[in-house]
């Protein structure tokens, strides 16, 4: 019996499965990242950005959490 195939033959629903969970995992992460380290208006506009535009939002404030974080460090 063939596997079912989507999107022109390139997802299965096992991708599609992978691909839900590393959503939901950046998802969580920069939300639990953006309550632990920023300010209630900041917080408020970045969880705005991360539930309205999914995926990007998750991803610019986990780089902007990173590259703050790298230019902290006492050198």
Request: charged fraction near 10%; hydrophobic fraction near 50%; aromatic fraction near 22%.
């Amino acid at each position: 019996m063939p596997v079912p195939y989507t999107f022109f033959g390139l997802l299965t629903p096992y991708h599609k499965l992978g691909l839900g969970i590393l959503y939901a995992a950046i998802t969580i992460y920069s939300i639990y990242l953006l309550f632990k380290n920023e300010k209630p208006l900041h917080c408020f506009i970045w969880m705005v950005f991360i539930l309205f535009i999914p995926f990007i939002g998750s991803v610019l404030y986990l780089s902007k959490y990173f590259i703050n974080k790298k230019t902290k460090q006492p050198v």
